[in-house]
């Protein structure tokens, strides 16, 4: 069975510093993908970055960047240069080559920032 | 271009009574994904169609049914209501069903409520 895994509840991070978000999963696919969504109280999940897993170099958007590492199972999230526009709950989600529709979450990570 | 619309954005319903939830993807996106988001469960996938075929399909009873129409807009009907079934619809649409290139995009989700 596929599981993912966010061991933090709640982070808390000052403006303009950096927090980092751990992620581990469960899977025997060779074929799979990583993404981490937020979802402010607006409620929209939205994408924030995605990760194919056949890819060794880590994904990077702007100030956001993935620490991918497969033999472990662990995708971890740094946000840099925290804003308070950042603060959202972050869920870690996978998807498999052969069912690609189907998303599965974490349980979240509720990000506070601090002016 | 405009993103995924779910209707309506709040319902309040009843025991035993049925609802029918709306989504309506982005333009040009033939896959549908609809999620269960409460705070014991999380997020747990429904189920997802393509090209009004159900693709794919998550561990929901019978009451939880859902169709894909030709323009790709979908619904979601649940049968005979629970107070457990009040969470956070929901939708999410992509090209062809969520791989790397083709992320899945949410719309802002159906807040049900059960009395």
């Known amino acids: 069975a596929q599981t993912v895994t966010q061991s933090q509840p709640e982070m808390s991070v000052q403006e303009a510093e950096t927090v980092t978000l751990s992620c581990t999963y469960d899977?025997?696919?060779?074929?799979?993908?990583l993404f981490w969504y937020k979802q402010p109280p607006s409620r929209q999940m939205i994408l924030v970055i995605r990760?194919?897993?056949?890819?060794?170099q880590n994904a990077t958007e702007n100030r956001f960047s993935v620490n991918f590492q497969k033999a472990a199972k662990s995708f971890s999230l740094k946000i840099s240069d925290s804003q308070l526009g950042d603060a959202a709950m972050y869920f870690c989600?996978?998807?498999?080559?052969?069912?690609?529709?189907?998303?599965?979450f974490g349980r979240g990570t509720q990000l506070t920032v601090w002016p | 271009k405009a993103g995924v619309t779910q209707t309506p954005r709040y319902l309040i319903k009843t025991r035993g009574q049925q609802v029918t939830l709306s989504c309506s993807p982005i333009?040009?996106?033939?896959?549908v994904s609809w999620y269960q988001q409460t705070p014991g469960q999380g997020l747990q996938f429904l189920f997802e169609?393509?090209?009004?075929?159900?693709?794919n399909k998550g561990n929901f009873p019978g009451r939880f049914s859902g169709r894909q129409f030709s323009n790709s807009r979908s619904e979601m009907n649940v049968s005979t209501l629970e107070l457990g079934d009040s969470a956070l619809y929901l939708c999410?649409?992509?090209?062809?069903?969520?791989?790397?290139?083709?992320?899945?995009?949410f719309g802002d989700g159906t807040r049900l409520s059960i009395l």
């Open positions: 999410a649409s992509s090209l062809a069903g969520g791989d790397s290139n083709q992320p899945q995009h």
């Open positions: 333009s040009g996106h033939r896959s």
């Open positions: 899977t025997s696919e060779s074929d799979y993908y």
């Open positions: 989600a996978y998807n498999r080559g052969s069912t690609l529709g189907r998303l599965y």
């Open positions: 169609y393509f090209s009004e075929t159900q693709r």
């Open positions: 990760q194919e897993a056949y890819k060794q």
